[in-house]
């Protein structure tokens, strides 16, 4: 088991430009989950899929972000027109939903986006 | 993470024991989870109670819940330099999103 998994680790980008980051969960985790960090602050909950469904989204996530899992498995989040604002580090979790803890989520090591 | 409190810095001297205290909102919250992060890395799961559970206790974790005050503590004992780090609390809400306090950095001193 080689746990949670993001690439990239560092991404640096110019004020409107796209960027895509990738996260592979644990192979036998059905939930997967994306959390925003600003610094000095803890982590804030932006998506959850279960399987291949966006089950929850939260208001943080503006319409420049989207996040897929289209097989159930990896899970990509683009955000469109990159402001300053969005300078942060993105984390991904996962955890099996059904068994007992099953919020009990295990999270990656995180990619973090600069915005010049 | 502004229903979860936590206090912000902690110093503590190497061998002494940490304790981080942690107040949430959310009665309803089902498990309460103490996770660490160094600097630049993500978050490493440390340790979760059941909230009718009081205490649980991992080596040199115990956990503390006082469901009636809504308040969870994290004691480290014999407390070590790899302890330094940031600390975060978070409720489960709704059985799939975690709600994170800001952070406790500890700092242990020689």
């Known amino acids: 088991d080689t746990g949670v998994s993001q690439d990239p680790r560092h991404k640096i980008t110019k004020r409107g430009q796209n960027v895509t980051f990738r996260c592979d969960p644990i192979s036998e985790h059905n939930r997967l989950y994306w959390y925003r960090q600003t610094l000095g602050q803890g982590p804030e909950f932006l998506t959850y899929?279960?399987?291949?469904?966006?089950?929850?989204k939260s208001r943080l996530l503006s319409d420049r972000f989207s996040a897929e899992r289209p097989k159930g498995s990896f899970s990509t989040l683009e955000i469109q027109r990159t402001e300053q604002g969005d300078s942060a580090m993105y984390l991904c979790a996962s955890s099996k939903a059904g068994t007992s803890g099953s919020t009990t989520q295990y999270f990656g090591p995180g990619t973090r986006l600069l915005v010049l | 993470g502004e229903d979860v409190e936590q206090s912000l810095f902690l110093s503590v001297r190497e061998g002494d024991s940490s304790v981080i205290n942690c107040t949430y909102t959310d009665s309803s919250s089902t498990y309460l989870y103490w996770y660490k992060q160094e600097p630049g890395a993500g978050l490493q799961l440390l340790t979760y109670?059941?909230?009718?559970?009081d205490m649980k206790q991992d080596q040199r974790l115990t956990v503390l819940l006082n469901k009636k005050d809504k308040h969870l503590s994290l004691r480290i004992a014999d407390t070590q330099t790899g302890d330094s780090a940031i600390y975060f609390c978070a409720e489960s809400i709704n059985d799939y999103k975690l709600s994170f306090g800001a952070g406790t950095t500890v700092t242990v001193r020689a």
């Open positions: 899929f279960q399987n291949e469904a966006q089950l929850e």
């Open positions: 109670i059941f909230s009718n559970m």
